[in-house]
């Protein structure tokens, strides 16, 4: 099962909501694809939430 963009979205909305800012980042800088507009508005949400 190869994992897509939503996977990686829920990932790092749930690193981002449990206060792992930094993981979530480096989540999405180690990504072999553009993030997608949802998976960064996740990771902004989280900024603004913590």
């Known amino acids: 099962m190869q994992l897509g963009v939503e996977h990686y ?3 790092d909305n749930l690193l ?3 206060s792992h800012l930094h993981e ?3 989540l999405v ?3 072999q694809f ?4 949802s ?3 996740s ?5 603004c939430i913590h």
């Not at 553009?34 to 507009?37: D, G, V």
């Not at 990771?43 to 900024?47: D, E, K, N």
């Open 34 to 37: 553009k993030p997608s507009t």
């Open 29 to 31: 800088k180690s990504l």
């Open 39 to 41: 998976l960064l508005e």
């Open 16 to 18: 981002g909501r449990t």
């Open 43 to 47: 990771l902004l949400g989280a900024c």
């Open 9 to 11: 979205s829920c990932l």
């Open 24 to 26: 979530a980042f480096a």
